[in-house]
């Protein structure tokens, strides 16, 4: 009985997890971790330590990426100091607006941080566009790490 409730709630989770690499609120790369230690814990479940660790390590490193990219975005793109600055500011105050403020946050940060250093207005929205690229490249880190991990979720289950 326990092992089909595992097994259920490690379903779920890969399913979040997996929805969560789109909705920037939901961290998709841990539940999808989760979801994978629960399955561990089932009759189904063998997997061997160093995939848990290995999986665990970079579930950690891609939502720590995920924060970081969309300033490395700005800077790459051309923006300044203030730019960044306005990116990091606008990623916090965006997690109080939900996803689209965490998509949105970062990129009118960047704008508005390179227009207060009188930046061209063509070139705070290229820095800005390069904070935007970046929560993209974030997305898809994600999506390839949850991805692998439902992949070894569902070959641990059914084969």
Do not use: H
């Not at 089932?42 to 848990?52: A, M, P, R, V, Y």
């Not at 306005?86 to 998509?103: D, Y």
């Not at 390069?130 to 880190?141: E, N, Q």
Request: negative net charge; charged residues 10%.
């Amino acid at each position: 009985m326990l092992d089909i409730f595992l097994t259920a709630l490690g379903c779920t989770l890969i399913l979040i997890g997996l929805i969560g690499c789109v909705i920037p609120i939901v961290p998709g790369p841990p539940l999808s971790f989760l979801g994978m230690l629960s399955l561990e814990y089932t009759l189904w479940g063998n997997f061997d330590s160093d995939t848990l660790w290995t999986f665990g390590l970079i579930a950690v490193v891609v939502t720590a990426l995920d924060y970081i990219v969309p300033i490395w975005g700005t800077k790459k793109f051309g923006g300044s100091r203030a730019g960044i600055w306005g990116a990091s500011i606008g990623l916090l105050i965006g997690l109080f607006f939900g996803p689209l403020g965490i998509i949105f946050g970062p990129f009118i940060g960047a704008f508005i941080g390179e227009l207060t250093q009188k930046t061209a207005t063509d070139k705070a929205l290229i820095a800005a566009l390069g904070s935007f690229i970046g929560i993209l490249m974030g997305v898809i880190l994600k999506l390839i790490a949850s991805g692998f991990m439902t992949y070894y979720f569902i070959i641990e289950l059914f084969f």
